[in-house]
């Protein structure tokens, strides 16, 4: 996965922090997104993170695992 590629949520991850869902649980199945970037390093030094993979939905950016996410050909 690139930063660039198009994405869709493969599984159930519910997020409480949708714009228009707020404080509501908010289930991102289905939804498709952008990769802004992939997690791997910080200031020079490897680094591995739960949620590696940023996706941008709109102006909602979330931080999900490669495993919940199925690329769009």
């Not at 159930?12 to 714009?19: C, K």
């Not at 030094?45 to 690329?71: A, C, M, N, Q, Y």
Request: aromatic letters at 6%.
């Amino acid at each position: 996965m690139q930063p660039g590629d198009k994405v869709k949520v493969s599984s159930s991850v519910v997020i409480f922090h949708h714009p228009q869902h707020r404080g509501q649980g908010f289930d991102l199945m289905g939804e498709e997104g952008e990769i802004v970037t992939v997690l791997n390093d910080w200031k020079g030094r490897p680094i591995s993170p739960t949620h590696p993979v940023v996706v941008s939905f709109g102006k909602l950016r979330v931080h999900l695992r490669s495993d919940e996410l199925t690329p769009l050909g």
